[in-house]
């Protein structure tokens, strides 16, 4: 990516920017840190100056994109529509461009390997569930945390608080489910064939989110939906999209494209908000595939009438991830799929206009910012006195449930999916 058609992009949509203000308190960082430099119109100002070459692009000028979250509620909000979000990628397009500046992101070996080495290898991704099963049962990660260096290590302790670990199912040949080290090809409808659908996997939500996953198939399955899941598809790129690689974020929604149209596949079904975003956004290039959110798909798909939902008389609440409040504007969906459960108040979160910290790999290069917002909605969750937290994107949700589990609050995170699948008599 050459930083001269970053620059000029940047150029353009900078200007779009009237300095009105309105975006400035919903934005978190500027409602945190009360600086300019940290708020949307400072920072279009900043990568202005930069292009236009009044500033230089110094270690303050990364530091103040890399605080951004890329939430864009400051979009959402926007009077001008001004496109932010695709601002801060050019503008740390930019930045990694300009080889002898590395910022905070860039510089974490352990990011770089991950990012390269494993988000897009779906083959060694799928190695390393059964790895992390095997630490998880043996108690490892508990070990390696007694050692006080162990905790100051943000992605050692984040990884020591997930969830046990969960293993796709395949139908065995007596009709059973049965745990299984990989997905199968394809899942058949339970019914009558009402259509076929892809399944997007993911990168880290394939290891970490079997449950979501092995969820939507079993619903799509009792609607009528036979579920493929090409065995080549990979990353949907937003980690490297956000980290200024959008060579590499482009060259794996081709990777993609070719995976579900090989497969014959025009209808993707995605599982994180996050995911579907990206994908969407890049649905140019996707061509002909449509990529829908399983909440925004089983909102009209049809075989309702002939599944049993058991009750549950809760009141869930729900979180509202970025990407569906702040972008798709497919927020309402999560709420209509769980007010399917007969007995269900579905609530939003207070607070649920503010991003959770979370944002792709934030919560790991910017963990004190990424602190504050999580104890807010800590605090906003033990308020709501609910069992439940639902939301609809996997990084929120790994994001709080380590929250709550640090703090031993026994409070349930998962996707509406999982919950509604449950109540439709899932279990493995
Ligand atoms: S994307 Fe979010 S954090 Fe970044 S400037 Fe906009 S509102 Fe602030
Ligand atoms: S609301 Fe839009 S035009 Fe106004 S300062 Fe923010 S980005 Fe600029």
Wanted: some cysteine; aromatic content about 8%; proline content about 4%.
């Amino acid at each position: 990516m050459s930083p001269k058609f970053s620059e000029k992009r940047i150029l353009v949509k900078s200007n779009q920017c009237v300095s009105c203000g309105l975006c400035l308190p919903h934005c978190p960082t500027y409602r945190l840190l009360k600086s300019e430099a940290d708020s949307p119109r400072g920072r279009i100002a900043l990568m202005n100056g930069v292009v236009n070459e009044r500033i230089p692009l110094n270690d303050k000028f990364i530091q103040h994109m890399d605080r951004c979250l890329t939430c864009r509620a400051c979009e959402r909000v926007c009077p001008n529509h001004v496109e932010f979000g695709n601002l801060i990628d050019e503008a740390r397009t930019l930045i990694a461009n300009q080889s002898k500046f590395f910022s905070s992101n860039q510089n974490s070996v352990i990011k770089v390997l991950l990012k390269k080495l494993l988000l897009v290898k779906p083959a060694r991704l799928e190695l390393l569930r059964q790895f992390l099963s095997f630490l998880q049962k043996r108690r490892i990660f508990n070990w390696l945390l007694a050692f006080p260096l162990s905790k100051k290590n943000n992605l050692l302790e984040f990884i020591s608080r997930l969830p046990s670990v969960e293993f796709p199912y395949i139908k065995a040949v007596d009709g059973k489910y049965v745990k299984s080290n990989s997905w199968g090809k394809v899942y058949l409808s339970q019914v009558q064939e009402r259509g076929k659908v892809g399944l997007f996997l993911g990168c880290i939500a394939r290891i970490t989110d079997a449950a979501t996953l092995n969820a939507s198939i079993y619903v799509l399955n009792c609607l009528g939906y036979s579920v493929h899941i090409p065995s080549n598809q990979t990353c949907c790129g937003a980690i490297h999209q956000h980290s200024g690689e959008l060579d590499l974020a482009a060259s794996l929604t081709m990777q993609n494209k070719i995976a579900f149209e090989e497969a014959g596949l025009n209808i993707i079904i995605t599982t994180s908000s996050g995911c579907s975003l990206q994908l969407l956004e890049s649905e140019a290039d996707m061509n002909t595939n449509s990529i829908i959110d399983i909440n925004r798909f089983l909102a009209t798909a049809e075989g309702w009438e002939s599944v049993q939902i058991e009750p549950l008389l809760q009141k869930i609440f729900v979180h509202d991830p970025c990407s569906l409040r702040n972008v798709s504007g497919d927020q309402a969906y999560p709420y209509e799929l769980i007010s399917r459960i007969p007995g269900v108040q579905a609530i939003p979160l207070t607070n649920n206009d503010q991003c959770c910290g979370a944002a792709g790999t934030y919560f790991l290069d910017q963990p004190e910012l990424a602190g504050m917002l999580l104890d807010e909605k800590i605090i906003s969750i033990t308020e709501s006195g609910t069992k439940y937290i639902v939301t609809s994107n996997i990084g929120c949700a790994m994001h709080i449930a380590c929250g709550l589990y640090k703090k031993n609050i026994d409070i349930e995170v998962l996707h509406p999916v999982t919950l509604l699948a449950r109540q439709m008599g899932w279990k493995l």
